[in-house]
């Protein structure tokens, strides 16, 4: 069985877990989430970079930094995982989405306007599959007319839109370490803070709304509850397992694009053929081979290449139920202008297994029981 997705593991992830231990300081904060935060900030250039609990908590934090509340609207896509609508939601707002770009699935920049009414105060844009969304356009339009936005860079690590780090780009910007995504420790997340500015705030809200962290710094000499917040702060455990990832980012960077870049070839003839899509990465962006998908004909095609895969032993899944079709999608937001590729791509979207060691044989395995099913 080929499965879907094998969570990373490079090799040094027990050693550091032992540090960890040894070192009786497991909670947050100690010494592997500061040379993670470090790492980040360091390969980003954001200003800040704060490991969080999840990628859902990382945007629980944006979202509580952005100030949105009851009677504001955020405008974010339909095709996405529920976390970035639930953050916005969970601070009242109602969610505006917008269709998709038929090439990258992304928020399409250009619907975006349209959608923006007085009381828009945040645009999310998703960065799916690690591609990155058209950033310049959506920040220009931002500025215009004074909004804040956060980037759902969950599957963005180590992507870029014009040489620029995806989640260091807009004021806000969100990483899931969950273990399906390319480096992993379990489960976490960070936020990525843009101006230097808003660094405070943001401590403050992941310590449970105190001071602590300068008091930690010794720029205070006690601490006290100053404002709302939660403990976003992932145990030390956890950040072992993904420095050792860190060390290793490029080996897994490298392993995926290698099954990546193979699948795209094999893949491509049945794609010149019209009979399936492929990505489409624009030139603007380097990708960092979260995902391989392909696009079927329908949703007739597409159940039954995914059974025929099942039963040659072979896990292709597909997402995201539009959110705006879902029970709380509709409760809590409108869909704006016309469904015309959010649905559809959720029909036709096929995701191929994808890990770091995978291999090439695994690759040419699938594609070559793919270009069987359709020889059928
Ligand atoms: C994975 C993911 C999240 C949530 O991350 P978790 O770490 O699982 O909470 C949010 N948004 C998108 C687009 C994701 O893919």
Redesign the pocket.
């Known amino acids: 069985m080929i499965s879907f997705n094998v969570p990373p593991y490079v090799g040094r992830e027990k050693e550091y877990i032992n540090e960890a231990i040894d070192s009786h300081k497991i909670c947050g904060d100690g010494a592997f989430t500061k040379k993670c935060s470090k790492w980040f900030e360091d390969r980003t250039g954001t200003s800040k970079c704060l490991l969080a609990t ?4 990382a ?1 629980d934090m944006a979202a509580m930094l952005t100030e949105v509340g009851p009677g504001d609207e955020v405008i974010l896509p339909s095709f ?2 529920v ?2 609508a639930n953050s916005f939601v969970a601070r009242g707002a109602s969610l505006v989405f917008v269709d998709i770009r038929p090439d990258t699935q992304n928020i399409d920049e250009k619907l975006i306007e349209n959608a923006i009414t007085d009381k828009t105060k945040v645009i999310a844009p ?1 960065h ?1 599959a690690g591609v990155g969304c058209e950033m310049d356009t959506i920040m220009d339009i931002a500025k215009k007319h004074g909004l804040l936005v956060v980037e ?1 860079a ?2 963005g690590v180590m992507s870029e839109y014009k040489g620029r780090a995806l989640g260091s780009i807009a004021d806000y910007g ?1 990483y ?3 273990e ?2 390319n480096y992993s420790m379990g ?3 960070a936020l990525l803070i843009r101006d230097e500015e808003k660094v405070d705030r943001a401590e403050i809200i992941r310590e449970k709304g105190t001071d602590r962290s300068k008091f930690l710094k010794g720029v205070i000499d006690k601490y006290t509850w100053v404002d709302m917040g939660s403990s976003f702060l992932p145990s030390e455990l956890n950040a072992a397992y993904l420095y050792a990832q860190l060390e290793e980012a490029d080996t897994i960077y490298n392993d995926r694009m290698a099954s990546w870049d193979a699948y795209y070839e094999l893949l491509s003839p049945l794609a010149q053929q019209g009979v399936i899509e492929l990505p489409v990465i624009p030139e603007e962006c380097k990708h960092n081979a979260h995902m391989f998908y392909i696009k079927t004909k329908d949703i007739q095609e597409r159940s039954a290449l995914a059974k025929f895969l099942k039963d040659n032993g072979i896990l292709a899944v597909f997402h995201y139920v539009p959110l705006h079709s879902a029970p709380a999608g509709s409760k809590f937001g409108r869909f704006c202008g016309e469904d015309r590729y959010t649905t559809n791509t959720f029909e036709r979207l096929l995701r191929l297994p994808m890990y770091y060691g995978l291999g090439l044989n695994n690759v040419e395995f699938i594609a070559d029981k793919i270009r069987e099913f359709y020889k059928k």
């Open positions: 999840s990628g859902s908590t945007l996405t995982f976390s970035t998703v799916y759902d969950a599957q969100c899931s370490f969950h399906t995504k489960e976490g997340g």
